[in-house]
């Protein structure tokens, strides 16, 4: 399955958009799609992925890559705590 900003970036194609795209044209049309995160199968709603992006728009595939990508990778760190991480978020809220 397709994840990080290539899931992105195939709801662009799959709409037959081209480049620039508006962030305000995805949140109409796909603002629920959830998309992949990473490969262990972690997924987020575009719009909540979009506001932790702050852009309007992306000019290019390059470009929807290099300001998606580390929202896609501090969103799966987040996520990704391990064993450990989840005991302590559990019983400290941490």
């Given at each position: 399955?397709?994840?990080?900003?290539?899931?992105?970036?195939e709801?662009v194609?799959?709409?037959?958009?081209?480049?620039?795209?508006?962030v305000?044209?995805?949140?109409?049309e796909?603002?629920?799609?959830?998309?992949?995160?990473d490969?262990?199968?972690?997924?987020?709603?575009?719009?909540e992925?979009?506001?932790?992006?702050?852009?309007?728009?992306?000019?290019?595939?390059?470009?929807?890559?290099?300001?998606l990508?580390?929202?896609?990778?501090?969103?799966?760190?987040?996520?990704?705590?391990g064993?450990?991480?989840?005991?302590?978020?559990?019983?400290?809220?941490?």
């Amino acid at each position: 399955m397709t994840h990080g900003p290539d899931a992105v970036h195939e709801l662009v194609s799959e709409s037959g958009w081209s480049y620039p795209v508006s962030v305000r044209r995805l949140e109409r049309e796909h603002a629920l799609a959830n998309i992949q995160l990473d490969e262990e199968g972690n997924s987020i709603m575009l719009a909540e992925l979009l506001s932790q992006a702050d852009v309007d728009r992306f000019e290019s595939r390059e470009d929807l890559g290099s300001k998606l990508g580390p929202v896609f990778e501090a969103e799966s760190e987040r996520r990704n705590v391990g064993f450990f991480g989840r005991i302590k978020r559990a019983f400290l809220g941490g």
